[in-house]
């Protein structure tokens, strides 16, 4: 039999545009929770189990059971819909309450054009997000207390959801509600437990197995992986895909085939791509394996990234150099450019004052930039080198190398919480204090305006208005025993007549 082989990339292809970046719950990234929509399994219960070091060291088992409803079970379309929940979220500056929507922006979000079937379609995916519970066994980790629960029962991805619909004539004119994120969700959001995800790369997948095994992918070559292999009984284990077809190695290939042609090129979160990707007989002949190795972008036409050594090497010398070349050479090193490159750059210009880099750095150090980007994004890890810098000169701690951000980057996830925290509850004092002001404001208008309409009446008018409220009040329970022998039952007397009068005057405008 002719073994498959890898399908190889082409080297001078430009990369794509940059994907929109919404940063996902981590608990949510690690397991593989959703199938594919066309999926023929039983709309039953599905159970991932998987074994895990313990607080004690020991070897426990985690498990994820996700429920089904009516709707079935959640799917990938389900995915892309909450992605798109969670980017909404973080646009409304990812609030603890509900948040606000239009399926027409969703629909916008997931590249989907308006009409019936894309209503239908979302609609059926926040349903299962709603209702569809997920229970956690020593596998949802909360970042507020730093451990893994043992058990976490009747989770839904969203604990609270509103959709109001409007026709006319025949034709929806109006969609739109409130959903409300878990709150477990929206807390390790806000502490940042969390994993970057390219959202156009997402829905752009045709192959909804291209898209499960992307995001499991994206996730394990983040770390310090380049190269993944895993056979294929095993990867549709972890996948949590089943059924008589996929018992058999050729059953597995058959599904993966097209998936695989998809992942080749993609996009990963830290800068790098998926550079081949590939079925492969395993040794003993019994199953395939799945081969993926990433690799760097290139821009189209740029040269192959030198290594470390041809770096440094002395530069050729150059015909008919002209004069900005030999008196003004320029020592500045050409990296590539990605988010990585900038932070490194951004850390050479806080602690050594350039605004270059003058020699490449280490391979673990563009590393250690990669993976600050991918787990944290540029404003937190931006915030990381800036607080390792102030905590280094409170001890004079000389720091000559970008490694040693990494004993500093708790600390600095932390303190970065704790001020993110402070700024939040700073701006809804903001708030309520100016909201406070504005129901101030309009009810002194109120008073002001009832005054004005009170003393435009004519004399006579006044009394009469005035003598009907004071019959009225005078047998309520309020002032029908009252003493007005005394001069203060008769001043506040008159006074809530005029105001009863001012306020029919307004209400009356």
Excluded: C
């Amino acid at each position: 039999m002719e073994e498959p082989k890898a399908v190889l990339p082409a080297i001078d292809q430009a990369p794509p545009p940059p994907a929109r970046r919404v940063r996902s719950e981590l608990n949510l990234e690690k397991w593989s929770i959703w199938l594919p929509s066309n999926s023929n399994r039983d709309p039953g219960p599905r159970v991932l189990t998987r074994e895990i070091d313990g607080d004690n060291g020991q070897k426990i088992k985690a498990e994820v059971e996700i429920t089904a409803s009516r709707k079935g079970t959640l799917t990938t379309e389900d995915q892309r819909t909450y992605y798109a929940l969670v980017e909404h979220h973080q646009r409304n500056g990812s609030p603890d309450s509900v948040v606000y929507f239009s399926l027409r922006g969703l629909s916008k979000s997931l590249a989907k054009k308006w009409g019936t079937r894309t209503i239908e379609t979302i609609t059926d995916s926040l349903t299962p997000l709603r209702v569809n519970t997920i229970v956690w066994k020593n596998s949802y980790h909360d970042a507020a207390t730093g451990k893994t629960q043992e058990e976490l029962n009747f989770f839904n991805i969203i604990t609270d959801l509103k959709i109001i619909t409007a026709k006319q004539d025949g034709h929806v004119t109006r969609a739109e509600g409130y959903f409300k994120l878990n709150d477990a969700i929206v807390a390790n959001l806000e502490r940042n437990h969390t994993k970057p995800v390219l959202l156009d790369v997402v829905i752009g997948f045709k192959s909804e197995v291209a898209q499960i095994l992307y995001t499991q992918l994206d996730r394990i070559l983040s770390k310090d992986i380049t190269t993944y292999e895993r056979r294929t009984k095993e990867l549709f284990a972890d996948l949590g895909l089943e059924g008589r077809k996929y018992a058999q190695p050729s059953g597995r290939k058959q599904l993966l085939e097209p998936a695989i042609a998809e992942l080749q090129n993609t996009p990963l979160t830290n800068g790098y791509l998926i550079r081949t990707a590939a079925l492969e007989r395993t040794v003993d002949g019994k199953d395939y394996k799945l081969v993926i190795k990433r690799g760097r972008t290139r821009l189209k036409n740029d040269p192959p990234e030198p290594r470390f050594s041809e770096s440094q090497a002395e530069p050729q010398p150059q015909e008919n150099p002209s004069v900005e070349s030999r008196t003004e050479p320029n020592t500045a090193i050409q990296t590539e450019q990605g988010k990585g490159t900038e932070l490194l750059v951004y850390f050479h210009k806080v602690f050594f004052g350039t605004d270059s880099l003058t020699t490449l750095p280490a391979q673990k150090h563009r590393d250690l930039a990669d993976w600050m980007i991918a787990s944290h994004g540029e404003e937190l890890s931006r915030y990381i080198v800036n607080f390792t810098r102030s905590e280094a000169e409170k001890t004079r701690f000389a720091i000559a190398t970008f490694g040693a951000i990494a004993n500093y980057i708790d600390r600095a996830v932390t303190a970065f919480t704790l001020e993110q925290a402070q700024v939040k509850h700073e701006e809804e004092v903001r708030r309520e204090t100016a909201k406070q002001t504005e129901i101030d404001r309009v009810r002194e208008a109120r008073e002001q305006r009832g005054y004005q309409l009170f003393h435009s009446l004519t004399e006579n008018d006044r009394q009469t208005l005035l003598a009907r409220k004071r019959a009225e009040l005078i047998t309520s329970d309020r002032w029908k025993n009252a003493d007005f022998s005394t001069d203060i039952f008769k001043i506040m007397f008159e006074k809530e007549a005029e105001q009863l009068v001012r306020q029919d005057l307004i209400a009356s405008e």
